[in-house]
């Protein structure tokens, strides 16, 4: 590997999981996913990185969508970071003090991962093409948002740090590869443990679909671990379910299920073959579940107000 896009410009969260990967490789910016994607189904660069799922915001829409579209880009790897904001000024105090703060800017997931910040600040948030951008894009007047990196980087003043609202919040970063070269890539790797993710459209829309599409999954022992919707463009009501699952296409039990959902007429395409390197079981973070959330315990009044029944 020679070179390696990335969503630029340098600095961004996805420059810093590049570098995970890029050994002798020299990092390429882009301007957009769309051009990561594009870079490397052409051949013009041997790699690409892009964030796919961020434990605070979920999945990162422009990235999933351009990967479900693309023609010739499957992941083959998958590296999670850590994710920690600070906020920066173009200048120190003293040299904007004529100058009313009165924006604040990141990346949309930027934004969203540091709500109570910018709410308390009373800034208006302005969303950037990357977390980046929005700290080398810096005016007076404004505030950004992003890595501590990026500070060091454009000459910044940090106003403040760890301005996000959930400590070790996480990224998850996919390496990208053309379709063509990913069977020796994954052959080549003795990791004994894998995840999936497949598109599934189905030929058939109406009741009892998607329960058809769990029940195989249930039936073949293949443990999904998300699924995820989204819209066949312009067509209203028709959908592609991203699934992800352990296991990897080649293991039986997985070749049996895509067999079965290929027997019903359902188009797939397997958009990624990643190793699992985190542990298998991780303990849930109950603090995480939705306020006013009731389990068969709860008291009468609890169950009605958090059901409505």
């Known amino acids: 590997m020679s070179s390696l896009a990335y969503l630029g410009p340098e600095g961004t969260f996805t420059h810093a999981a590049a570098l995970t990967w890029a050994d002798d490789a020299s990092p390429v910016p882009l301007a957009t996913v769309e051009e990561v994607y594009r870079a490397v189904g052409t051949g013009e660069v041997d790699r690409g990185v892009v964030a796919i799922e961020s434990s605070v915001e979920g999945y990162v829409v422009p990235s999933l969508d351009a990967l479900v579209a693309a023609d010739d880009v499957v992941a083959v790897d998958e590296v999670a970071l850590a994710i920690a904001f600070d906020a920066f000024t173009l200048a120190d105090g003293a040299a904007e003090e004529s100058v009313e703060l009165a924006e ?3 990346h949309p997931h930027g934004l969203a991962q540091c709500r109570a910040f910018v709410t308390a600040s009373g800034l208006r948030p302005v969303p950037a093409t990357s977390n980046a951008a929005a700290c080398r894009d810096l005016a007076p007047g404004r505030v950004a948002l992003g890595p501590r990196l990026c500070g060091e980087l454009y000459g910044l003043t940090t106003l403040a740090t760890d301005v996000q609202d959930f400590a070790g919040a996480r990224t998850r970063f996919l390496l990208v590869a053309r379709r063509s070269e990913a069977p020796g890539l994954l052959a080549a790797s003795d990791e004994p443990r894998w ?17 058809r599409i769990t029940t195989a999954f249930g039936e073949r022992g293949v443990n999904m671990s998300s699924l995820i919707t989204r819209p066949l463009k312009a067509q209203e009501g028709t959908y592609v379910f991203v699934v992800t699952f352990d296991g990897a296409p080649w293991e039986p039990e997985v070749r049996g299920l895509l067999a079965q959902l290929l027997a019903a007429g359902d188009w797939l395409k397997t958009l990624g073959v990643v190793p699992v390197r985190d542990p298998a079981d991780p303990e849930p973070d109950l603090a995480g579940v939705p306020v006013g959330s009731v389990r068969t315990d709860a008291s009468h009044d609890a169950l009605t107000a958090g059901l409505l029944w």
């Open 104 to 106: 604040v800017s990141a």
């Open 195 to 211: 995840r999936s993710m497949v598109a599934i459209t189905p030929a058939v829309i109406g009741p009892g679909v998607l329960a």
